[in-house]
C-alpha cells in the first residue's frame, strides 16, 4: 500500500521530451510535497522583502550610513542574492529535479551560492569585530572605525569569498567544467570530495565560529562589568541591591547574544555534522537539501536580528512602506 501511495505521488517524465538525452523528471506531486514548495517560496519571498528593506533604508536615508550599518549592509546584499537566485533554483530543481538553465548556469549557480554564503559569514565576523571594538574599546572605535576602512573590510571580505569559493569549485572539478552535467540533459550536479569538506570545515565553520563565540562572550562580559561600574556610581559605590532597570537591561543584553549565537551555530552545525559521515557529498542528496536550507534560513533571520529589532528600521522600514521616502523634504528617519 505504502509503495502504491509513493508512486502515486512520483510521477516520472522527462525533462525534454523527444531528447533521446535527456534525464527522467521526477514529478513529486501530493498535498505534502506542495505545502514544502509553497513554504519555501514564502521563505524565499520573506527573504527578498526583508533584505531590501534593509538595503533601502541604509542606502536612502544618510544618517543610517554609519560603519555598523555598512556591515549590516554587506551582510544584507549576500542574503538578498540567496533569497533571489540560490532559493529559487533550488526550489525548482526540488520541485521536479530537472535543470533547464543550460551548462553554464550549472558552472556559475555554485559559484553565486557559495560566494553569498561565504560574504555572508565574513559580514557576520566583521559585525561581532566591529560591536567587540565599540564595547570594549569605545575610544578607538570611534578613532580608527571610519566609513572608509569599514568600507574597505566589506570590500576584502567578498574579495576572499570569491577567491575561496573558486578555489573549493576547482578543487571539485566543478566550475566551469562540463563534466557537471555530462550523463544526461537537465542535470546539474555539484559534488564535493571528502577531504575539501575537512578544510571546509575548518575554513568555513569551526574558524568563524570560534571568532563569534569568542567575542560575544567578551562582549557580554564586558557589558556586564560596564553596568556594575554605572551601578557602582550611581549608588555611591555603596553596597545595594540591582535595580530592577539594571536587572532587566543585563538580561536583554544576555538574551539577544544568546539568540544570536544560537541561531548561527543551529543553521551551521547539521551541515558540517553531516558532511563528515559520508565520502563525498552532493547536491542531489536529501542530506544535502535539507541541511543547506538551514544554512539558507539564516539569510532570512539575520534581518530580523540585526535590523529589526532596531529603532531606526522601525522608522524606515514604515516610512518606506507608507511612500513618505519619496517625498522631496524627507531625507531623515
Same mark, same amino acid.
Given at each position: 500500500?505504502?509503495?502504491?501511495?509513493?508512486?502515486?505521488? !512520483?510521477?516520472?517524465?522527462?525533462?525534454?521530451?523527444?531528447?533521446?538525452?535527456?534525464?527522467? &523528471?521526477?514529478?513529486?506531486?501530493?498535498?505534502?510535497? %506542495?505545502?514544502?514548495?509553497?513554504?519555501?517560496?514564502?521563505?524565499?519571498?520573506?527573504?527578498?522583502?526583508?533584505?531590501?528593506?534593509?538595503?533601502?533604508?541604509?542606502?536612502?536615508?544618510?544618517?543610517?550610513?554609519?560603519?555598523?550599518?555598512?556591515?549590516?549592509?554587506?551582510?544584507?546584499?549576500? +542574503?538578498?542574492?540567496?533569497?533571489?537566485?540560490?532559493?529559487?533554483?533550488?526550489?525548482?530543481?526540488?520541485?521536479?529535479?530537472?535543470?533547464? *538553465?543550460?551548462?553554464?548556469?550549472?558552472?556559475?549557480?555554485?559559484?553565486?551560492?557559495?560566494?553569498?554564503?561565504?560574504?555572508?559569514?565574513?559580514?557576520?565576523?566583521?559585525?561581532?569585530? +566591529?560591536?567587540?571594538?565599540?564595547?570594549?574599546?569605545?575610544?578607538?572605535?570611534?578613532?580608527?572605525?571610519?566609513?572608509?576602512?569599514?568600507?574597505?573590510?566589506?570590500?576584502?571580505?567578498?574579495?576572499?569569498?570569491?577567491?575561496?569559493?573558486?578555489?573549493?569549485?576547482?578543487?571539485?572539478?566543478?566550475?566551469?567544467?562540463?563534466?557537471?552535467?555530462?550523463?544526461?540533459?537537465?542535470?546539474?550536479?555539484?559534488?564535493?570530495?571528502?577531504? #575539501?569538506?575537512?578544510?571546509? !570545515?575548518?575554513?568555513?565553520?569551526?574558524?568563524?565560529?570560534?571568532?563569534?563565540?569568542?567575542?560575544?562572550?567578551?562582549?557580554?562580559?564586558?557589558?556586564?562589568?560596564?553596568?556594575?561600574?554605572?551601578?557602582?556610581?550611581?549608588?555611591?559605590?555603596? &553596597?545595594?541591591?540591582?535595580?530592577?532597570?539594571?536587572?532587566?537591561?543585563?538580561?536583554?543584553?544576555?538574551?539577544?547574544?544568546?539568540?544570536?549565537?544560537?541561531?548561527?551555530?543551529?543553521? $551551521?552545525?547539521?551541515?558540517?555534522?553531516?558532511?563528515?559521515?559520508?565520502?563525498?557529498?552532493?547536491?542531489?542528496?536529501?542530506? $544535502?537539501? %535539507?541541511?543547506?536550507?538551514?544554512?539558507?534560513?539564516?539569510?532570512?533571520?539575520?534581518? *530580523?536580528?540585526?535590523?529589526?529589532?532596531?529603532? #531606526?528600521?522601525?522608522?524606515?522600514?514604515?516610512?518606506?512602506?507608507?511612500?513618505?521616502?519619496?517625498?522631496?523634504?524627507?531625507?531623515?528617519?
Amino acid at each position: 500500500m505504502n509503495n502504491s501511495i509513493y508512486r502515486q505521488n !512520483l510521477t516520472i517524465q522527462y525533462c525534454f521530451p523527444g531528447n533521446n538525452a535527456s534525464c527522467r &523528471k521526477e514529478v513529486r506531486t501530493g498535498p505534502v510535497n %506542495v505545502f514544502l514548495i509553497i513554504f519555501l517560496s514564502c521563505v524565499s519571498v520573506c527573504t527578498v522583502f526583508l533584505n531590501l528593506l534593509v538595503i533601502i533604508s541604509i542606502s536612502h536615508f544618510k544618517q543610517l550610513r554609519t560603519p555598523t550599518n555598512l556591515l549590516i549592509l554587506s551582510l544584507a546584499v549576500a +542574503d538578498l542574492l540567496v533569497g533571489l537566485f540560490v532559493m529559487p533554483v533550488n526550489i525548482m530543481q526540488i520541485r521536479d529535479s530537472c535543470w533547464y *538553465l543550460g551548462k553554464l548556469a550549472c558552472s556559475i549557480y555554485p559559484l553565486i551560492n557559495g560566494v553569498s554564503s561565504s560574504a555572508s559569514l565574513c559580514s557576520l565576523i566583521f559585525i561581532a569585530v +566591529d560591536r567587540y571594538i565599540a564595547i570594549c574599546d569605545p575610544l578607538l572605535y570611534y578613532t580608527k572605525t571610519t566609513v572608509y576602512t569599514t568600507t574597505l573590510f566589506i570590500v576584502l571580505g567578498w574579495s576572499f569569498a570569491l577567491f575561496y569559493v573558486i578555489i573549493s569549485l576547482h578543487f571539485n572539478d566543478n566550475f566551469l567544467q562540463s563534466q557537471t552535467s555530462t550523463q544526461c540533459q537537465g542535470e546539474c550536479v555539484l559534488v564535493i570530495r571528502y577531504s #575539501w569538506m575537512i578544510t571546509d !570545515l575548518v575554513v568555513s565553520f569551526i574558524t568563524p565560529c570560534s571568532i563569534i563565540l569568542v567575542l560575544y562572550s567578551i562582549i557580554f562580559h564586558v557589558a556586564r562589568r560596564q553596568a556594575k561600574a554605572v551601578r557602582a556610581v550611581r549608588n555611591g559605590n555603596s &553596597k545595594k541591591p540591582r535595580t530592577k532597570a539594571s536587572s532587566s537591561s543585563e538580561a536583554k543584553a544576555a538574551k539577544k547574544l544568546g539568540t544570536l549565537i544560537f541561531v548561527y551555530l543551529a543553521c $551551521w552545525i547539521p551541515y558540517y555534522l553531516s558532511s563528515l559521515t559520508v565520502e563525498s557529498l552532493t547536491s542531489l542528496s536529501m542530506v $544535502w537539501t %535539507v541541511f543547506t536550507w538551514l544554512i539558507y534560513m539564516n539569510s532570512s533571520v539575520n534581518p *530580523l536580528m540585526y535590523a529589526i529589532f532596531y529603532p #531606526w528600521f522601525r522608522a524606515s522600514a514604515k516610512c518606506i512602506l507608507t511612500g513618505r521616502m519619496f517625498q522631496s523634504s524627507l531625507d531623515h528617519v
